[in-house]
């Protein structure tokens, strides 16, 4: 007897009900229709995969761009002792070889690949063997050059369709305009989807915009004064240990989170923070994809973001359980030079990026035909010291070539920290006589490694901060001041990114870098970014209101937001038209700049014209 899914959903995912359009998304997919699922984070995306995959005979292919997430979702299902498969990051020809077997032979209920892998020829031959029940296109706005993370490698996604024409597709994303939603279904062909969105209204969260002359100060005045477990996001690894130290010295509870922090240390700093109700946790935006922790009181946002979808899903991360929850956003003037900036950066010209290409391979002395499937760590200070090239530039240059499909990075790896004693045996016994956070940091390093005078040595600061029973910051801090006093030679562990090679070497000049990715997606990009800094200037509408509407839909006001909340934007909406018709406006610019819904205003103003308190001239202003 088949089961249904509210009775695998209880057994196998051991949750209690649906979310909202879960139930209506897995049935749709059932049935055999293709399916778009536009759910805000938090909504439960993967369950609306997961449930089906396991329900249908065959097995589920999942493309998805982002390796932490993909990890995350394998790691759940195993736990459930799901079978699963990933083909991503740096795994070599025979590792793939054997999880694409095991797709086939083996009993493998899911595959997680990321777009770039559909342009392998074994990948390609493989699937098409496959019994393929289901295609899953997770973050699917990235199909559409409209979309906020657009990747020209989801075009490859096609290929799918031809391979398994019957099969369903699943397409899912969290934010999707008007535009990217029309996109999405005709690049992936399937324009008669049954379509369920979400609203993008969260009234259980509030929306704060604080311009800040002194964000460290305000930041902390804000931690002390908002309920916790909360999330600081930053842009920039530097900052969070900045941050971290502010806040230790107000003894606030805390963890940090960057992609530069060891794979054990990141896991530990997640865990701790999800098993307290206590702690903020600092991080860039790599912190929060996966993440299910619905008590999340307070977002706050250190820089402001780069596009409303970035911050629609950072400050959706606050409030799931229902229960009232903050946003806040610190902003200052250097934010939106920062921005613009970014821009600039962020698209350079086609020379540099065919420059860039041709160094990555010189850089490993690979010459034209050669170099697919090969990788290296990769240091950027050390490349564009070498071949001249600006950091910043080259930085996106190199994401560009990613997104076209030529390379792709896998996350850091780790080089080790290395110390030296170099003080002599007197400056050493008399500090480890005594019971100082040095003596005691150079005593436990003494007592856990051996040849310390004689060379740099491996060493793990985290083992030496649990031995001491201290904070692994202090023991670094420690250390630093060591050096310092020249008693030790210290060099703290480095992270370097991995490239590998999806193609063979071709000369430059026929790169196929796609208009899309570099014009076009510049124009998109300023858009987002213009809209962001319009959202944070903004000190008369309403934020929800205004989260809405770029997003295409209708909201009421939240009466809860720093807009809503000033006595001076909540006036009646007649009085606010008056006051605003004192000088001659057209129809459209009243409702563009109205802190209420257009049809409020609509509606107020015909009363008005009624009344004859507004009269309006020949070329459509109005006027008080």
């Known amino acids: 007897m088949h089961k249904s899914p509210q009775e695998i959903l209880n057994e196998i995912f051991h949750h209690d009900e649906f979310r909202p359009f879960q139930e209506e998304i897995i049935y749709s997919v059932l049935s055999g229709k293709h399916t778009l699922g536009v759910l805000p984070t938090g909504a439960g995306k993967s369950i609306c995969y997961q449930l089906p995959g396991v329900m249908l005979p065959g097995i589920t292919i999942v493309v998805s761009p982002l390796i932490a997430l993909m990890n995350d979702q394998i790691k759940r299902l195993q736990r459930l002792d799901i079978k699963v498969a990933g083909i991503y990051g740096n795994m070599n020809q025979e590792q793939i070889d054997i999880a694409l077997d095991n797709c086939k032979y083996g009993e493998v209920k899911f595959l997680f690949l990321s777009p770039e ?30 979309g906020h993370d657009f990747r020209p490698s989801y075009l490859n996604i096609k ?8 099969t369903p597709c699943l397409a899912l994303t969290a934010t999707c305009t008007p535009k990217v939603k029309k996109d999405i279904l005709e690049i992936l062909e399937i324009t008669k989807a049954k379509v369920f969105q979400g609203s993008y209204l969260r009234p259980q ?12 100060a305000d930041l902390i005045n804000i931690i002390k004064r908002r309920p916790a477990p909360g999330i600081i996001y930053v842009n920039k690894r530097k900052l969070t240990d900045l941050l971290s130290k502010e806040l230790e010295k107000n003894s606030l509870p805390h963890e940090i989170y960057h992609a530069g922090i060891p794979v054990k240390e990141k896991e530990k700093a997640a865990k701790n923070w999800l098993l307290s109700d206590s702690k903020w946790m600092i991080a860039t935006s ?27 899903q950072e400050s959706g991360r606050a409030g799931r359980d229902g229960e009232k929850a903050t946003s806040i956003i610190l902003y200052s003037q250097e934010d939106t030079t920062f921005l613009k900036l970014n821009i600039e950066w962020a698209f350079p010209e086609r020379t540099l990026i065919k420059k860039v290409y041709d160094s990555l391979f010189n850089y490993k002395k690979i010459a034209v035909g050669g170099g697919a499937e090969i990788g290296f760590s990769f240091d950027l200070a050390d490349f564009c010291s070498k071949f001249g090239l600006p950091a910043k530039n080259t930085f996106y240059a190199i ?33 480890t006589a005594h019971d100082t956070l040095e003596g005691k940091v150079l005593g436990t390093l003494l007592r856990s490694y051996s040849g310390l005078h004689l060379e740099l040595v491996d060493f793990s600061e985290s083992i030496i901060a649990e031995r001491c029973d201290i904070t692994r910051h202090e023991v670094i801090n420690t250390l630093q001041r060591l050096e310092q006093k020249e008693i030790v030679h210290y060099e703290l562990m480095s992270f370097l990114p991995k490239i590998i090679f999806t193609q063979n070497r071709i000369d430059s000049q026929y790169l196929i870098i796609p208009k899309e990715l570099l014009e076009e997606r510049r124009k998109v990009k300023t858009e987002q970014a213009n809209y962001m800094i319009a959202f944070v200037e903004n000190k008369n509408q309403c934020r929800s209101q205004l989260i809405c509407k770029y997003f295409s839909e209708d909201a009421p006001r939240c009466h809860q937001c720093d807009n809503c909340a ?32 257009k049809d409020e205003v609509l509606a107020a103003l015909r009363e008005l014209l009624e009344l004859n308190k507004v009269k309006v001239d020949k070329e459509g202003f109005y006027s008080s």
């Open 286 to 312: 790599a912190f929060g994809m996966g993440i299910d922790k619905p008590n999340v009181r307070s977002i706050v946002h250190f820089h402001v973001p780069g596009s409303m979808e970035e911050y629609y």
């Open 566 to 597: 000033n006595p001076n934007n909540n006036k009646d909406i007649k009085q606010y038209i008056l006051e605003e018709l004192t000088s001659k406006k057209s129809a459209e610019k009243l409702i563009e700049n109205a802190p209420f819904l």
């Open 117 to 146: 892998r559909l342009s392998s020829l074994l990948v390609k031959t493989r699937i098409k063997q496959m019994e393929v029940s289901l295609y899953v296109i997770d973050e699917a706005h990235c199909v559409s050059q409209w």
């Open 205 to 216: 969260l509030s929306y704060y915009i604080k311009k800040s002359e002194n964000k460290i």
């Open 399 to 431: 994401e560009i070539l990613e997104k076209c499909g030529y390379l792709f990075q896998t996350e850091d790896v780790q080089k080790s920290s290395k110390i030296q004693v170099l003080g002599s045996k007197q400056i050493l016994n008399e500090l």
């Open 159 to 166: 290929i799918l369709r031809e391979w398994h024409p019957n």
